[in-house]
């Protein structure tokens, strides 16, 4: 049988599973370091107390569980024999005929990782839980907090990146301290809260079309978001940030800093690049060749995130669809190779289309030159989430939980959970 290594469980790795499950002729080994798939473009909303993390997160074992020709490991890889033709885990190693690396990305910190104590990303479910506590024990130190000054900065809250998770975060954000929190507390008002998206760009959601960044703005402002466009962070701290401003430079205290501006490949890119004697991209992504192969190396397919590959002259976005489009064709490929079959043509991504959520029965949609906002945009948004979580019954209680949000406007999952989190910091003395 023709030994097939897929390393990553995300939207790549799993598509290229399911192209090619229950063949005779191919033994698949679908290898990760966790142990579930994660939907990641709902990240944001564990991490805003909407879904718990069990509601977007499917177990590899059970999504290929009469998938007779699928095995599941659970382990890292880290390295790679071209020559011997094995994938080299942190405590084994795996032989090959093909390997398919789609590993994803991590957070980038543009060089400063001692920025991640205190700006947590949104990558994975512990990150979610961290902000999640993040977020409310925020709200829970203001209501104790005696000194103005140092209310503020605790009810200052900062998001750094203004793509469709930097947008999406501000939008929970501000429909947390409006709706959900409202009455709760007896020293604050939450809707005091200070919501501030940064961004160097001229304008929020720049891949979008001016015309959805205008509206994506107002929608934001109304939920008491403000936008500030044009600066660059050159500091991160415990108790805020250093700006570089239009005006000049400026600092503003903030206990909770939320990273949402950059991602970088997974370490695995370089090492293959190093292996095979290619260059990566600045974002560590492997160049791969039209088939998405690594040029010389037709057994290495790269897909996803950690792929580097233009299309009419614009880089391939680093999304879900496109993810799942390269699995696709990289099962394809491959099927087509073991018939002795002529390949598929070059890999081309179908866009179909952009969508990034606000707030309550809000979000926008580009389709082409056609764009879409508000209540249409926001229902188109729920209909195409719901039908890409993977396992069925996850569908239906995500169904459940947003109708049950959007009548009663509270969120379930407000749970501190994070240990360094149940512990609220020293106290200054009075």
């Known amino acids: 049988m023709h030994r097939l290594v897929i390393v990553g469980g995300g939207f790549g790795g799993i598509n290229v599973a399911r192209e090619?499950?229950?063949?005779?002729?191919?033994?698949?080994?679908?290898?990760?370091?966790?142990n579930f798939h994660l939907f990641q473009p709902l990240l944001y909303q564990v991490a805003t107390g909407s879904l718990s993390p069990g509601e977007i997160a499917a177990p590899l074992r059970s999504v290929f569980r009469r998938s007779?020709?699928?095995r599941v490991l659970l382990g890292e890889a880290?390295?790679?024999d071209i020559q011997a033709r094995k994938v080299i885990l942190s405590d084994g190693e795996l032989p090959y005929d093909t390997a398919v690396f789609a590993s994803g990305s991590q957070n980038f910190y543009f060089g400063h990782d001692d920025w991640r104590k205190y700006a947590t990303g949104l990558k994975t479910i512990e990150d979610a839980t961290e902000i999640r506590g993040k977020i409310l024990m925020a709200f829970e130190e203001a209501e104790r907090e005696l000194d103005p000054d140092r209310r503020r900065a605790w009810l200052t809250f900062l998001v750094v990146g203004a793509g469709p998770t930097g947008v999406e975060l501000a939008g929970a954000l501000g429909e947390i301290a409006n709706d959900t929190l409202r009455n709760e507390f007896r020293s604050i008002n939450p809707k005091d809260a200070r919501i501030l998206l940064l961004d160097g760009s001229p304008r929020m959601l720049p891949s979008y079309d001016a015309s959805l960044s205008a509206a994506a703005e107002k929608q934001l402002i109304s939920l008491g978001v403000r936008a500030r466009n044009n600066v660059r962070v050159v500091g991160v701290d415990e108790h805020g940030v250093e700006l570089d401003a239009?005006?000049?430079h400026e600092r503003i205290e903030s206990r909770t800093v939320i990273w949402a501006a950059g991602v970088m490949a997974t370490p695995i890119g370089r090492k293959i690049a190093e292996r095979v004697g290619i260059q990566t991209d600045r974002g560590g992504r492997i160049l791969v060749a039209p088939d998405l192969t690594v040029p010389g190396h037709p057994e290495l397919i790269v897909i996803g995130d950690l792929a580097a590959m233009s299309q009419d002259g614009h880089?391939?976005?680093?999304?879900?669809?496109?993810?799942?489009q390269q699995g696709r064709y990289a099962g394809r490929l491959i099927r087509k190779r073991l018939r002795n079959q002529?390949?598929?043509?070059?890999f081309r991504y179908f866009d179909k289309g952009s969508l990034a959520v606000i707030g309550r029965a809000s979000a926008v949609a580009q389709f082409g030159s056609l764009t879409v906002h508000g209540l249409v945009a926001w229902l188109l948004w729920l209909f195409i989430h719901?039908?890409?979580?993977?396992?069925f019954h996850n569908r239906v209680l995500i169904f459940i939980q947003w109708g049950f949000e959007y009548l009663t406007y509270n969120r379930g999952a407000r749970l501190i959970t994070s240990p360094d989190e149940m512990e609220p910091p020293p106290?200054?003395?009075?």
């Open 342 to 346: 002529n390949a598929p043509p070059p």
């Open 246 to 248: 239009p005006t000049g």
């Open 315 to 324: 880089p391939l976005p680093g999304v879900a669809p496109v993810a799942m």
């Open 386 to 391: 719901l039908m890409y979580i993977v396992q």
């Open 20 to 34: 090619l499950k229950n063949n005779p002729d191919i033994d698949i080994t679908l290898v990760d370091k966790r």
């Open 427 to 430: 106290r200054p003395a009075p």
């Open 68 to 70: 007779r020709n699928v």
């Open 78 to 80: 880290v390295d790679v």
